[in-house]
């Protein structure tokens, strides 16, 4: 066992991904409530990219096909709504997903799964928070 | 890496690799008549007539080999007839991009032989075991690949390792002389432009025949279309795409029709027409459908796995790898080989021989856990954790999980690191893009999507949400699978995961009673 938690603790705590990051900026918002929108969500995630692509590394595995009228769509986007509604950090709730919805137990989750391991990226992630409620919050 | 510095680095290697394959002056025997076309049949689109610079190219050693990549690589071990070969697949596909072409462009004879081109070669690019050997690639050559898909020439499209091959090889200076000899010696062909042939393959055109990429790669694309019903059809699903009523109902339509266009989006979009809505549904249906049927099948992706520990065993010890064939140091060095000729000369090495024999004997990985959210305790402790270290982007993270697994197996059980294996499949996560992207027109000003349609989230995460399977896989010997059972359940309780199954994640593993 001891075995064991010396091989949990080398590098898990230093793996982390972009899903992580924007389950922390998620958890750091004042909303609970979001909307589901891909086209409205592709365009904050194309501009956090610009933004923070240098400053955190994760965010270099995202790429987007830019199509206009059509927002740049990536296929992280989807990746990251499944990543994170697959073990409940998000629901969305039914019809028609209209709805991203990260509830307050949701929030104290992935605060608690991320906070501490993405800790030197807490300016970033405060400032997409704020993006995040800017531009995708909705009334609960 | 400085991303130009890698988009030369690896088209030095692709020019090198094409020159080497592809002999100076090919063919060296005189040209075809223009009139000396030649007509091939294959199972799924039917007769074609190709014109002769379309069967000199088929005839060059670049495009004979993809006889020999299978498009499902090893999944001919679960589904018999699963057969095809990208070499069917390119044919297919040319028929259904002029198919396309000739549904919009009608006049266009240059631009459909562009469009015809393009398909044929738009999977040149692929290499033994097909998408997994470039996810393979893809992972041990990360930092190059994610470099060279920020180089600016494909800066606005995300592609995969494999797309970005066929161009390179096209563009290469061997086959693009090649190209030029045999196309342009045709004079119906003259005009036929091979740099537009080369962005079609990475869906890049600029003029305002644009649309055209869509052709190749779009929400249906000719690639799709003959994808979907080819490996359906050889894997004996039953499960079709209408791909008449897609040519039926594929329209243009002018930039000018969305009330915001803007003078720098192309001039026409491919559309479709209201009554084809049924046939983009059928495409997304039938894209969910063959994944937990084909490519996240247990038995796939046990395979997938095998072949997975054979490159681990190469990598961990090159030195001990007798052939340098098999050394894999650069990504060129996958291009020489296909399917069996890699079987083959893994065989021959001592290291690799037991994993190969298994393969070929069908003594498959077998199922030791089942991970999926339905047999998953509430609460769901960090699914997270695991859920986002796939196989295809994160395959060091897995190894130091399946470490921990295998330290923790009594000394007795305990299996070769390379023959235990937490497989966590990739999402269907692209399926998703189609409806966001497919363009419906129904007469009147405002232009839908599919997705205006078709509430396809709900789809896509439940399926993700209950069809998904991960699996800790190992090799048959049922006292070796349930020692690693055991172990992996108890690990997945643990820090960091806090996983607690329920009793089906072991018995869908059909252990002997």
């Known amino acids: 066992m001891e075995k064991l938690e010396q091989m949990q603790g080398s590098g898990e705590e230093e793996f982390t991904t972009f899903e992580d990051i924007f389950a922390l900026a998620l958890a750091n918002t004042k909303s609970s409530h979001f909307k589901a929108d891909s086209d409205e969500w592709h365009n904050v995630l194309y501009e956090v990219c610009e933004e923070y692509r240098d400053k955190m590394p994760q965010l270099g595995v995202i790429f987007f096909d830019e199509r206009p009228p059509l927002p740049p769509q990536s296929n992280e986007f989807y990746q990251l709504i499944t990543t994170l509604s697959m073990p409940g950090l998000i629901s969305l709730p039914n019809p028609n997903y209209e709805l991203i919805v990260m509830n307050e137990e949701q929030k104290k989750r992935a605060q608690e799964m991320e906070g501490k ?10 400032k997409i928070s704020k993006l995040l409620d800017a531009r995708l919050a909705v009334q609960g | 890496m400085e991303s130009q510095k890698a ?4 088209k030095n290697e692709v020019e ?7 002999p100076d002056g090919f063919p060296k025997t005189p040209m075809p008549g223009k009139n000396e076309t030649k007509v091939i049949r294959e199972a799924v689109t039917g007769y074609q007539v190709l014109q002769p610079h379309e069967y000199l190219v088929l005839d060059s050693p670049l495009l004979q080999r993809l006889r020999y990549i299978h498009q499902t690589a090893l999944a001919y071990l679960v589904y018999p007839t699963a057969n095809h070969t990208r070499f069917d697949h390119s044919l297919g596909c040319a028929k259904i991009a002029q198919q396309l072409g000739e549904k919009v462009i009608r006049r266009e004879k240059t631009r459909i032989a562009e469009l015809r081109l393009a398909a044929l070669l738009h999977d040149v690019g692929h290499t033994f075991f097909s998408h997994l050997s470039e996810s393979i690639m893809q992972s041990r050559f990360g930092d190059l690949y994610l470099s060279v898909k920020r180089a600016p020439q494909f800066k606005r499209r995300d592609l995969g390792l494999a797309e970005i091959i066929s161009y390179l090889i096209v563009k290469s200076e061997r086959f693009h002389a090649f190209l030029d000899r045999v196309v342009h010696y045709y004079p119906d062909f003259r005009k036929l432009d091979l740099d537009e042939v080369a962005q079609l393959i990475i869906r890049s055109p600029v003029d305002e025949f644009a649309f055209m990429g869509e052709i190749i790669s779009g929400p249906f694309d000719a690639d799709k279309l003959d994808y979907l019903v080819r490996d359906c ?11 008449e009523r897609v040519l ?13 266009s803007h003078p720098d989006w192309i001039e026409r979009y491919l559309v479709m027409k209201s009554g084809g809505v049924s046939i983009l549904e059928q495409i997304t249906f039938n894209r969910m459908l063959l994944y937990p049927a084909i490519y996240h099948h247990h038995k796939v992706r046990a395979i997938e796995c095998m072949i997975k520990s054979i490159f681990e065993i190469i990598w961990e010890d090159p030195d001990k790898i007798t052939d340098d064939r098999l050394k894999f140091e650069n ?22 021989k037991p994993t190969v024999d298994r393969l070929t004997k069908r003594d498959l990985f077998k199922r030791c856990l089942v991970i999926s959210r339905p047999y998953l305790k509430q609460p769901l402790g960090n699914f997270m954790n695991l859920v986002r270290k796939t196989s295809e982007d994160y395959p060091e ?54 997705r205006d349609f078709f509430p396809y989230p709900e789809w896509v995460t439940s399926y993700e949400a209950n069809k998904w399977k991960g699996h800790v896989f190992s090799i048959s010997d049922p006292r070796t699978r349930r020692a690693v059972n055991e172990v992996a359940i108890k690990v997945f309780k643990e820090h960091p995961y806090y996983l607690e199954f329920e009793e089906h994640a072991t018995k869908e593993c059909k252990f002997p009673s």
Do not use: N
Request: aromatic letters at 10%; hydrophobic letters at 45%.
């Open chain 2, 331 to 352: 990504i060129s060095d996958f291009y020489g080989l296909t399917d069996f000729q890699f079987l083959a000369l893994a065989a021959a090495e001592p290291r690799l």
């Open chain 2, 7 to 10: 988009f030369v680095q690896l």
């Open chain 2, 16 to 22: 090198a690799w094409v020159a080497s394959i592809m």
């Open chain 2, 233 to 243: 059809y050889f894997c004996g699903i039953r499960a079709d795409v209408d791909v």
């Open chain 2, 248 to 260: 039926v109902s594929a329209a243009l339509l002018d930039r000018r029709r969305f009330p915001s």
């Open chain 1, 117 to 126: 391991r993405l800790d030197k990226y807490k300016k970033h992630i405060q």
């Open chain 2, 397 to 450: 993270e897995l190894r130091q999980l399946r470490k921990i697994i295998w330290a923790e197996l009594p000394k007795d059980k305990r299996v070769s690191i390379h023959d235990l294996w937490v497989d966590i499949p990739k999402p269907p996560t692209s399926i998703a893009k189609d409806p966001d992207s497919a363009w419906v027109d129904i007469g009147t000003r405002e232009m839908l999507r599919l």
